[in-house]
């Protein structure tokens, strides 16, 4: 999408940020365009997931009101010295774009972030696409560098998961509680994804990219995109959600929580993660290129599911878990 148009549908959504009604003349004089040009705007912008309603002698309105990720309030939020968020309005995938910076040698500092308003291509594990509405969620990449290599990666899944759990709970006052080995959920709903990406080799330093998919207000047509029960943190906390703040708390909370896993390993946070563990002491399915059944009992101190099974605790380091059906 041209740069001048991004130019302009943030500045139409500005206009329309209130979630008051805006006249069709009234948007196409303040943004010097005419009214069929802003009714095209309008349509792009309904594509990316945006509620937004004409009423005949009104104009257009938002569903409901909307704070777009502002880079000025995002710098005046965070400490100096944490390192740089950039912003953008619609991306293929922030974990695809800090990649790319990555692997070009645009970004070399350790808690870098990009966010976005919307994804055109948003990523979940295993390949699969990642609902991306404009200005519903949270999507956030972070880059991180484990010295120790590929192998020293176990279980960094789990401390993204736990640190996103401590904002949401800390600023919230929810209680979110974690799926191995990258969800996070309120109420038995997911509210979050997390897909980490690795470059690098066994035996030498490793580019990490942590993604994390947060919802935040969905749009009413959400479930006909999503497969599986979900939730966003407005819908739990009654009210609209700052995510300028937001990403600066996850931002330094995940410095934070990195160094220590960087310095100590996984270990360290392993009781943190049984206590929130989704499926503690229930039975669970294991699929993969096997499938288990037993007694979800957590996680070792590498970061490794346990499963009860018949013939004994059983320990796993990847697969897809889910409540055992009949359970």
Known sequence: MAKSALVTQRQLL?????????????????????????????KLLQELGLDIYKVKGKGYRLAQPLSLLDATSIIKLKAKMVPDVLVQSITDSTNSQLMQKVIEGIVKTPGYVIVAEAQTAGRGRRGRAWYSPFGASLYFSMYWRLEQGVQAAMGLSLVVAIALSRV??????????VKWPNDVYIDGKKLAGILVELAGQADAACDVIIGIGLNIQLPQQSHSYIDQSYTDLSSNVGRSVDRNKLVVNLQTELITLLQQFSERGFADFAAEFNRRDHFHQQPVKLSGSAETNGLCLGVDKQGALLIKTDTGCETFFGGELSLRAGA
């Open 14 to 42: 500005q206009l329309l940020s209130s979630g008051e009604f805006q006249s069709g003349q009234r948007v196409a004089d303040a943004l010097g365009l005419s009214r069929t040009a802003i009714a095209n705007h309008i």
């Open 168 to 177: 949401i709970e800390r600023e919230f006052h929810l209680s979110p509680s």
